[in-house]
């Protein structure tokens, strides 16, 4: 069976995120593999069927987004809550592999799609990652832990319980 290059998303030209894109990658144009945009709704595409891993920080949001998607993640922590995540996507739940470095480099970013994307190892991180995807769905749910954890802290921090 052929498979078809996946795409990719880009920044908009001139942008922080289109010259850090080109520092990593080397990358001049999308030679027709992507499309450049200003701004993207990052669930809508992390939804597309073409998406076959998610490039991020590994903030919460991103992570939630990412697993409910049903997409595998490469982390690349930078700081706050990003290293502890990066850890538990990668070592604990095992849907996310990390770029190797203190900054991003060609050569890491290379490695690590080309870890996510072979065959063997898609496989695997995408069967977890569809494996966990409902209990995403379930804790962001009207009754769920994330819901009920996040008025708990507004309690406290209201001082309506203490």
Known sequence: ????????LRPKPNSYGELLLQMILGLNTTNGWGKIVPWAPQVQVLNHCSIGVFVTNGGWNSVLESIGAGVPMICRSFFTDNPINTWMVERVWRVSVRIECRSF??????GALQLVLSSSS????KQRVEALKDLVHN???????CVHNFNTLVDVVTGATL
């Open 1 to 8: 069976m052929e498979q078809r290059p996946r795409s990719m």
């Open 105 to 110: 480099t060609k050569h890491g970013t290379c």
């Open 122 to 125: 898609y496989d695997g991180l």
């Open 139 to 145: 804790s962001v749910g009207p009754n769920g832990s």
